[in-house]
């Protein structure tokens, strides 16, 4: 079974540009989440999407946006980058909203210039 | 909104000694409480987990304690080896906004 999978790996930008981040939940998934990893320290939540909705979203301004397509794939774009926004960004997705087991994957470096 | 506390930041144990990292939670509501692994460059990997009507789950080496009473919960690793050399989280599920908030992790480091 295939896991979790984002892309691209490495991401470069420069301020006030776009990124635009993917993830592909593990077949059978409808749940996707959003997480902020800035060097040395923890997962920080951003975004939920269930079943093409946005259930929940953390303490992050509105230039953090995203979607859920109907394959269940997500996608996160982040507006006007600040130098602040370099961190991983790991997706996870879990089977259902009712299922708590979240696998993550391999996340995706953005860095800010 | 839930609030997780993990401590140690960091710990260094000697290989075959036992290793304990220990994490405090707010909302007294909260029902799922996993570990996470996440090794150098790589991804977090769930290694345990326990719902809130367990006191106690073991696997293997690994095992996680829960005490609702006093809101916090451990996680023990056992006859530790240079592979358990890892950043570990914890996280709590608040069953009010249905999403998993992470404690700050703990540096684990088995000297050999």
């Known amino acids: 079974e295939a896991g979790v999978t984002q892309s691209p790996t490495h991401l470069i930008k420069t301020r006030g540009q776009q990124a635009t981040l993917r993830c592909s939940p593990i077949?059978?998934?409808?749940?996707v989440y959003w997480y902020q990893q800035a060097l040395g320290l923890g997962l920080q939540f951003l975004l939920w999407y269930d079943e093409g909705e946005e259930r929940n979203r953390g303490n992050f301004p509105p230039r953090f946006s995203g979607r859920q397509f109907p394959n269940y794939s997500s996608e996160l774009n982040v507006n006007a980058l600040e130098l602040e926004d370099s961190a991983l960004y790991l997706c996870?997705?879990?089977?259902?909203?009712?299922?708590?087991?979240?696998?993550f994957g391999p996340g995706t470096r953005l860095t800010v210039l | 909104g839930e609030n997780v506390e993990q401590h140690p930041s960091t710990l260094s144990v000697q290989e075959g000694d036992s290793a304990v990292i220990k994490c405090t939670y707010s909302?007294?509501?909260?029902?799922?409480f996993p570990w996470y692994k996440q090794e150098l460059g790589k991804r977090p990997q769930l290694i345990i987990d326990?719902?809130?009507?367990?006191g106690e789950k073991k696997d293997q080496r690994i095992a996680v304690t829960l005490n609702k009473t006093a809101k916090h919960f451990s996680l023990h690793i056992t006859e530790t080896q240079p592979e358990d050399s890892a950043v570990y989280f914890c996280a709590a599920r608040s069953p009010s906004n249905e999403k998993l908030t992470f404690g700050t992790g703990t540096r684990l480091t088995i000297i050999p």
């Open positions: 996870a997705s879990s089977f259902a909203r009712s299922t708590d087991t979240q696998y």
């Open positions: 077949s059978g998934h409808t749940s």
């Open positions: 326990i719902r809130s009507n367990v």
């Open positions: 909302d007294s509501a909260s029902n799922y």
